[in-house]
Nanobody, 116 residues
Framework: VQLVESGGGLVQPGGSLRLSCAASGFTFSTAVMTWLRQAPGKGLEWVSDIRSGGTTRGGTTRYADSVKGRFTISRDNAKNTLYLQMNTLKPEDTAVYYC??????RGQGTQVTVSS
C-alpha cells in the first residue's frame, strides 16, 4: 500500500489549496478514503471521508464541523487519486494533512501553513 500526498504549502488566510493523494497497492475504487490532519502539538484529527459510490467520481462525503462549507473532498477512481479542495483557509487549518485508508495506512503527509 502506498499513499503519497502533495499540494501543501504556505498560503495567506482566506486563500485556497488543493491537496492530492496518489494511491496504489489496493483496490482504490471500492475503498473509503479519509483525510486526517495533525496540528502542531495536537493529536490526529479526522477531517473528511468519501465512500466509493460505485462511480468514477465517488459517493457519500462527510466533513468535520470545523471545515464544513470550506473544504471539498473528491476522488477520481480512474486515476486512483483522492483530493481535498480547501477554500477560505484559516490559521487554525495549519497542520500536516494525511490521506488514509483502512484505519491503518496513511501517507507521509503534506504540510499546510496558513499565515500572513
Amino acid at each position: 500500500v502506498q499513499l503519497v500526498e502533495s499540494g501543501g504549502g504556505l498560503v495567506q488566510p482566506g486563500g485556497s489549496l488543493r491537496l492530492s493523494c496518489a494511491a496504489s497497492g489496493f483496490t482504490f475504487s471500492t475503498a473509503v478514503m479519509t483525510w486526517l490532519r495533525q496540528a502542531p502539538g495536537k493529536g490526529l484529527e479526522w477531517v473528511s471521508d468519501i465512500r466509493s459510490g460505485g462511480t468514477t467520481r465517488g459517493g457519500t462525503t462527510r466533513y468535520a464541523d470545523s471545515v464544513k462549507g470550506r473544504f471539498t473532498i473528491s476522488r477520481d477512481n480512474a486515476k486512483n487519486t483522492l483530493y481535498l479542495q480547501m477554500n477560505t483557509l484559516k490559521p487554525e487549518d495549519t497542520a500536516v494533512y494525511y490521506c488514509s485508508w483502512g484505519g491503518n495506512y496513511r501517507g507521509q503527509g503534506t504540510q499546510v501553513t496558513v499565515s500572513s
